[in-house]
């Protein structure tokens, strides 16, 4: 894997959980980072924990505060050569048609406009540094299949985040690479601890996606038992496009380098 190593790295939800073992990992090999989480005495315990660790408080469903982080990152550290958009929260639960749209709307505020806003205000910036960078959001292995039942806007925010990802990565210079983590089942302050403990040791966890992360792989994997239910997606979808037939040259594509002349 690659040698890359960025001077300094911003990672939102970065006081607990996944976000705060990737900084430890990091600042082991002498990363400076920028610890983003909501204020309070959880983020201050969790920069002082690591040597050179900064705190900056932000919700990150708030643009204003997002675009606050940016500045204070820049002004702050001078460079940033690696974003986490990490900060996420879990969704409300039940069945669709039972869910409030309104709850499910605030959990859309943090879980996809919070990675969204952190990709508006990080990226131009990253771009015009001119070194090599990296912007990582959060998905989850919700982003690919249903894991979690009666979760839908949680499922779906997670869908979203490997969407925006994918879509923002022909958006930027080959300096800036875009990728997405897709964590599976890790024992983090997330869900419920009686759930959660069952999970992988979320150092564990760190220890297999850090240097994934310094390769800048487009996706950041650590459960290999999840390939069962992306294939059974896969496989289902394949089955209808074979049953279909054969219009390749409506390939969507492939029609707009025939008509750009890419």
């Known amino acids: 894997m690659s040698d890359w190593v960025p001077a300094n790295a911003v990672i939102t939800g970065g006081a607990s959980g996944i976000g705060f073992a990737i900084a430890q990992r990091l600042a082991g090999r002498g990363v400076r980072v920028l610890l983003a989480d909501l204020p309070g005495e959880r983020l201050d315990e969790a920069a002082a924990g690591i040597e050179g660790a900064l705190a900056q408080p932000c919700d990150v469903s708030d643009p204003a505060q997002v675009d606050a982080l940016a500045d204070a990152a820049f002004d702050r550290l001078g460079t940033v050569e690696l974003l986490l958009n990490n900060a996420g929260a879990g969704g409300p639960r039940g069945r669709l048609w039972e869910v409030d749209p309104a709850e499910a709307r605030r959990h859309f505020d943090v879980n996809v406009w919070g990675v969204w806003y952190g990709c508006r205000a990080f990226a131009p910036r990253m771009i015009d540094q001119d070194v090599p960078g990296a912007i990582y959001n959060t998905g989850s292995e919700n982003s690919f299949f249903c894991a979690a039942p009666q979760t839908a806007a949680y499922i779906a925010g997670k869908h979203a985040v490997l969407g925006l990802t994918e879509s923002m990565r022909e958006d930027l210079p080959d300096h800036v ?12 302050p997330f869900g419920d601890a009686r759930v959660m403990q069952h999970g992988m040791d979320v150092g564990e966890y760190a220890d297999l996606v850090v240097p994934q992360l310094l390769a800048r792989r487009r996706f950041v994997v650590s459960h290999r038992s999840n390939l069962k239910r992306i294939d059974e997606r896969m496989d289902a979808l394949r089955a209808s496009y074979s049953e279909y ?8 594509r492939d029609a707009i380098a025939r008509l750009t002349g890419g």
């Open 177 to 188: 690479h875009a990728g997405t983590i897709v964590p599976g089942w890790v024992f983090t």
């Open 245 to 252: 037939g054969s219009d390749d040259d409506n390939d969507v």
